[in-house]
């Protein structure tokens, strides 16, 4: 890890601990092996020189500096100052600056902390250390909330002319007969004739493969022509090799033109894919877009003990006889576009019989799902709820 890259990650961790300690008035800085703080709470402090920290470095030892302050080291603020460590040797020095009771009661917690999220960025480092520069690549687009090394994956985009400034669309392709290798399975999809030289193509842990389509440069025509480009690429993926001659499912997820957000839009394939995709077909290829469930997804991302305080009056008046009517009649009347004659239809009704039932909700409510679309939004939320929540 270069001296960057120790600065960044030290940020990260000051940054994750500040919160608590800001609570007890501690400040949370790290030092280089020179005594020059290179990550702090407070950001005046950093590119300063702690004398303290030095000395605890070089004796391998805690220092404590009390309110009194200690005449021959310069920069001695009260608090506590901690040498640390990665195997046998030294990374710098963790300083907890404030009240010294405070300080010292804190100082195991924090040692904890910093060996465990230092020992894992070392691990990351020396994974990613193992892989080659596409593999790297690849895997942190998949993978990594947050680039670990951005110079780096914008140096390997550089060298595989990959554009930056494309707007792609991840493409999960569920493949469980697959029997190919990574590379041999990488080499099938650059067969398909759609296959561009800015798709990016990853494979994942469990051998599914990810392929990041690019659309367009522009935003516009990227909204207007993705799914049509995505229809004839999975169209001609039907001819290859990549599911040992079966159909396969396919999950769509979000329009990108940043590469920090492709992490996030291959998770949106993998929402689609638990919450919305029949996985166990195997008669044809099916394909699931994310934009078709995008209320679903915003739902799912509220706390349901929050939903359940919102409504928790209305579901007590639904309990019982309104309960299955209600699940019945409106999700059915919510799939049809609140259309009544076909949603009758399809429940077995006269057309009256289930406007009566409408009226009855709108005087149940006061709201009207049919022709006013705050009705609407509020009854797709209540159902959304019922339908989710675990008591009936």
Known sequence: MNAYEMAHVSQKFVQYLQGALSEHGICLSITNL?????????????GKFCEPALQAINENQTVRVTSQGSPHLSNAREG???????????????????????????????MLTAESFYEMEFYKESYWGKLDQRNIFTKILLYCEEDPFPSEVHHITEKFNIDTFIVRIPILFILRYNELSEEKLITEFKRNPSHSSQDIICITRGQNAVVFKSVS????????????????YIANAQQLNINNGRPFICTVGSLQDNLLNYHRAFRHTLWVCNNCADVTCEHS??????????????QSQIDMEETTMIFNVFSEVLLNKEWDSFS???????????????SAKELYLHRNTLINWINRYKQLFRVDPVNDNTGREFTQQLYYFHTHSLTP
Not at 219 to 229: C, E, K, P, T, V
Not at 285 to 298: G, R
């Open 34 to 46: 020179r005594g020059s703080i290179i990550a702090s709470s407070k950001e005046c402090y950093l």
């Open 80 to 110: 506590v100052y901690i040498p640390l460590h990665h195997g046998q040797g030294f990374l710098g020095a963790l300083s907890l600056e404030g009240n010294l009771q405070k300080a010292k009661s804190l100082e195991s917690m924090c």
């Open 217 to 232: 440069r522009d935003r516009s025509q990227s909204i207007s022509q993705y799914r049509d480009l995505v229809d004839i």
């Open 285 to 298: 290829t099916m394909i699931y877009y994310f934009y078709d469930y995008v209320f679903e997804y915003i």
């Open 328 to 342: 019945r009649n409106m999700g059915t009347l919510l799939r049809n576009n609140m259309n009544i004659s076909i």
